[in-house]
């Protein structure tokens, strides 16, 4: 068996592992998108304003130094700290990565905000695109390493 051979070969028995992987990647690329538009553009995943904070509430924000423009979901930065990968599950037909609160307390949180604010971890439609973008091209590289390996 030739090289070229042998590196597709170990291609084609890694797929589920490198899918995997690369999901998990762009996923928390995903989350890392929403949190920036949340946070420094105040904008849901429809690019509608999140709204603004109670006025005790933005006093309370004023006094600590924070931004009162629009709700940023951010006052320790615990709940998006908090806010990571939470399961994967990957069949021969699909992979899916689950981004939700790590604990309880925050997915709590994540889900309170949902329901009263916005879908705090949807994606926007542009979001969505540099994600996929992001797979492509990562899943595009690691075949082209996988079969470049040993050859040249």
């Known amino acids: ?5 042998l590196n597709l070969q170990n291609l084609i ?3 589920p592992l490198i899918v995997g992987d690369i999901a998990l990647t762009v996923g928390l690329d995903g989350k890392a998108l929403i949190q920036q538009r949340v946070q420094e553009k105040g904008l849901d995943s429809n690019g509608n304003s999140t709204g603004s904070y109670s006025d005790p509430y933005a006093k309370r924000r004023a006094n600590k130094g924070r931004q009162t ?10 709940m998006w ?9 990957q069949d021969s037909r699909e992979t899916v990565i689950t ?3 790590r604990d309880q307390f925050t997915q709590d949180k994540i889900n309170w905000n949902s329901e009263k604010k916005f879908e705090v971890l949807k994606l926007s439609k ?4 540099i994600v996929s973008d992001n797979f492509d091209v990562l899943m595009t590289n690691t075949i082209i390493e996988y079969l470049e390996r040993g050859i040249k």
Do not use: C, H, P, W
């Open 1 to 5: 068996m030739n090289q070229f051979d």
């Open 13 to 15: 028995n890694d797929i």
């Open 69 to 78: 423009k629009y709700v940023d979901l951010t006052d320790t930065g615990e």
């Open 81 to 89: 700290r908090s806010t990571g990968f939470k399961e994967k599950r």
């Open 99 to 101: 981004i939700a609160g």
């Open 126 to 129: 542009e979001e969505e695109q």
